[in-house]
T-cell receptor
């Protein structure tokens, strides 16, 4: 059975801290791994990773994929209160069409 | 236009009502998705349309009936729902070859 597991389930930090969110996956017909940020409503896209060892970066956020060990990490440096959200990791399967298997998410709370 | 829109934002319905949720995108994406998300849980895939044809039905009860009238529109027809169907219903779209899914803001459904 395909599954995606995220850790920790929740994280509480102070502004300025650096956090690392983990995602491991067991997904057949694996195509890519995606990270989303979900605040109150729709998940917003952060990164899509398809190749091992290549870091993707956007401002204070960065992510990397290890296809051999089947995991990915999302790093957030110099956290701000606006980073508070649920971060979802999803493995993508290519069958007849694209399908995402979501992890349960990591709830990040950043306090001033 | 780089967004997915959903209407209505909120919907309250009785168990005998018939209602529809609507999703629209004008990004030329050929894959569209319905997800159901319960509180503090990740999105769960319900249906996938690829090139206006239903390609995945994740064993969803028949009281949910999807429809894709054209490449920009996706509907979800609801009939005889149960209170446990109350959730946030998210629509997403992606290009056929790129699995980055863009999510709409969702419809928060309450079944009384």
């Amino acid at each position: 059975e395909d599954k995606v597991v995220q850790s920790p389930l929740s994280l509480v930090v102070h502004e300025g801290d650096t956090v690392t969110l983990n995602c491991s996956y067991e997904v057949t017909n694996f195509r890519s791994l995606l990270w989303y940020k979900q605040e109150k409503k729709a998940p917003t896209f952060l990164f899509m990773l398809t190749s091992s060892g290549i870091e993707k970066k956007s401002g204070r956020l960065s992510s990397i994929l290890d296809k051999k060990e089947l995991f990915s990490i999302l790093n957030i440096t110099a956290t701000q209160t606006g980073d508070s959200a649920v971060y979802l990791c999803a493995g993508s399967i290519l069958i007849n069409t694209d399908k995402l298997i979501f992890g349960t998410g990591t709830r990040l709370q950043v306090f001033p | 236009d780089t967004e997915v829109t959903q209407t209505p934002k909120h919907l309250v319905m009785g168990m005998t009502n018939k209602k529809s949720l609507k999703c629209e995108q004008h990004m030329g994406h050929r894959a569209m998705y319905w997800y159901k998300q319960k509180a503090k849980k990740p999105p769960e895939l319900m249906f996938v349309y690829s090139y206006e044809k239903l390609s995945i039905n994740e064993s969803v009860p028949s009281r949910f009936s999807p429809e894709c009238p054209n490449s920009s529109l996706l509907n979800l027809h609801l009939h005889a729902l149960q209170p446990e169907d109350s959730a946030l219903y998210l629509c997403a779209s992606s290009t056929r070859l790129d699995n980055e899914q863009f999510f709409g803001p969702g419809t928060r459904l309450t079944v009384l």
